[in-house]
């Protein structure tokens, strides 16, 4: 009896198992919130430093159109025209990518079938999975020559930019959109053939309405993507930091200047923050993307 | 006493002045290899309910989905299925036109994710009907012969999706009806149903029937025996007996339908 108690009350090997096994898990967990807290935690206040310390305008932040924080005596830190140059390439090459993302997403789901689905599929992932440097080569040998030819100007600018992103996030709005298509239920489609409509028909106005949120969702996955992509957009725009007049003229997007100026900036000085309000900026949007996408989810079915 | 029954098939035929609404020749339905449903001959008359049963897997709801082409794609189907003097799986006969005529309801309710008002109108709009009192019309008469309309007249506006299971149902019928369809085919339109929505559903069944043909698959032997006018018994892909679902029940012709409709089954 008494051999009994002492096994019950005992710890055994599975329980202390099982407590370590938490306990490592946990310990993970801390470590990424501390990094992910720590990032916020930099960013913010190094963003934040350009206008607290430095006493730059937050107006003139948003409204201005001269970026140059190392200017003497007067620092100038307009970021309009990167906002806008990340905001236009963003808009565009998700507006040209969702029409090409919907065809292919229900080509691939709804006419193909499942030999067609086999081969689109790693074609589809193969484009999601090349390095970002390499379609700014591509960008650079064939979209610029191309935009220079056909649009003029010197082919780097907005349209050049906006090319190389529609490939880039283009597999991207694809692949989800898939899976929210998937994710329709096939009593709708019967439904909808079994009262005559035709596969059209049925394509348009019921898989399709059916599916919005998902859409959604992923076109803007996309340009959450687009947005926060640097190297390729970099490599083809032009890195002129004007606001841009039209499409084909140099440009540039938030990313592009944090990637080229960076390096050449001293920790704690005016133009060193100035960066950093930036990559605040873009954090921000990001998290706006994100807001947006759960918001979406929520509300939606599929 | 000695078992007298010793017929292996036996199908009813009805003569030349009965009116038949649909009736398949030798029918039969391949998935890859399996020759799930084998020499379906059949004569449905019109104006009137046929129920088929038959043990899961028995080729009922095949034989069913390939009568309005459901099966197109998944199944190969060969013999005839003879529509107004047509097989309605002859190239010059339009899939489309041909399915609001031989309408299905399916076991699962499946309205859209769209109004109740919608659901009934929305095809007919695909249809190419423009006038809103006409669509009007139509969804109030098609919810009442659903014997669905006193119960949502009041908010046609409501999402369909907010309804019951059984109101669902009858709504799928409603537009299935909005089509004016000859034929109604039903997958056990009332196996997701409980008992009190599973009777409205049969009442209304039973009105329909002055206006249309009713084929219905089900599994619940009472239900047959209960609504039906003809029962077609199915087994391992083989129609056994068809006849009045009367004889069905009461004086089967083949003993495995005897076995079958008396539970001795297997």
Same mark, same amino acid.
């Given at each position: ?32 919130? *501390?990094?992910? *807290? ?12 350009? %206008? ?8 003139? %932040? ?13 620092? *100038? !830190? ?187 900036? !001293? ?19 990001? *998290? ?15 | ?11 009813? &035929? ?7 609404? @649909?009736? &398949? ?36 709801? &095949? ?84 014997? @669905? ?6 908010? @046609? ?55 249309? &043909? ?53």
């Amino acid at each position: 009896m008494d051999a009994v108690k002492k096994e019950l009350t005992r710890k055994s090997k599975a329980s202390r198992q099982d407590q370590r096994g938490k306990l490592i898990s946990l310990a993970c967990v801390t470590l990424i919130m *501390l990094v992910v *807290l720590s990032i916020l935690y930099m960013i913010t206040s190094k963003g934040l430093a350009t %206008f607290f310390e430095n006493k730059m305008s937050i107006v003139d %932040f948003f409204t201005k159109q001269v970026w140059n924080p190392s200017a003497k005596p007067q620092a *100038l !830190v307009g970021a309009l025209p990167m906002i806008v140059g990340s905001f236009s390439v963003t808009v565009l090459s998700a507006l040209l990518a969702a029409p090409f993302a919907i065809a292919t997403a229900i080509f691939m789901v709804d006419i193909a079938g499942k030999r067609g689905r086999k081969i689109l599929q790693p074609v589809i992932e193969l484009l999601v999975g090349i390095p970002s440097v390499v379609y700014g080569f591509i960008g650079l040998t064939v979209v610029v020559p191309f935009t220079r030819t056909v649009f003029g100007g010197t082919g780097f600018g907005i349209l050049s930019g906006t090319f190389v992103l529609f490939v880039m996030v283009l597999p991207t709005v694809t692949s989800m959109y898939v899976d929210s298509l998937k994710a329709v239920p096939q009593f709708y489609r019967e439904a909808s053939l079994a009262l005559g409509a035709t596969r059209w028909q049925t394509i348009y106005k019921v898989i399709i309405r059916a599916s919005i949120p998902g859409l959604l969702t992923a076109i803007i996955f996309g340009m959450a993507r687009a947005f926060g992509e640097a190297l390729a957009v970099q490599m083809v725009i032009g890195n002129a930091s004007i606001l841009p007049s039209d499409l084909v003229s140099p440009a540039s997007t938030l990313t592009s200047v944090l990637t080229t100026g960076i390096g050449n900036t !001293v920790l704690g000085t005016l133009p060193n923050n100035a960066l950093w309000s930036l990559a605040l900026v873009l954090l921000l949007m990001s *998290l706006v993307f994100n807001l947006l996408t759960r918001f979406i989810g929520k509300k939606g079915a599929f | 006493m000695l078992e007298t029954k010793r017929k292996e098939k036996s199908i009813l &035929t009805f003569p030349a002045d009965r009116e038949i609404a @649909l009736e &398949t020749n030798n029918l039969q339905v391949y998935y890859g290899d399996n020759h799930a449903m084998q020499d379906a001959s059949l004569q449905f008359p019109r104006y009137s309910i046929t129920a088929l049963i038959g043990a899961s897997g028995s080729g009922k709801s &095949t034989y069913l989905r390939s009568l309005n082409r459901m099966n197109d794609g998944i199944a190969r189907v060969d013999g005839e299925i003879m529509y107004r003097g047509l097989d309605v799986n002859a190239d010059e006969v339009d899939i489309y036109q041909m399915r609001r005529r031989i309408g299905m309801v399916f076991q699962r309710p499946n309205p859209f994710a769209k109004s109740i008002y919608n659901n009934i109108s929305f095809p007919l709009r695909e249809m190419g009907i423009k006038d809103k009192s006409k669509i009007d019309g139509i969804v109030e008469s098609s919810l009442k012969q659903a014997a @669905l309309w006193d119960e949502v007249k009041d908010d @046609l506006k409501r999402s369909a999706l907010a309804l019951s299971g059984g109101q669902q149902q009858r709504l799928c019928i409603a537009r299935s009806l909005a089509m004016s369809p000859d034929i109604l085919l039903m997958d056990e339109p009332a196996s997701a149903l409980d008992p009190i929505s599973t009777h409205k559903l049969e009442m209304t069944l039973n009105d329909l029937k002055e206006q249309y &043909t009713i084929i219905i698959v089900t599994h619940s032997m009472e239900q047959a025996s209960r609504l039906s006018d003809y029962t077609a018994f199915m087994h391992m892909g083989k129609i056994v007996e068809f006849d009045t679902t009367e004889n069905i029940f009461t004086n089967p012709a083949v003993k495995l339908t005897e076995d079958y409709v008396s539970g001795n089954f297997g």
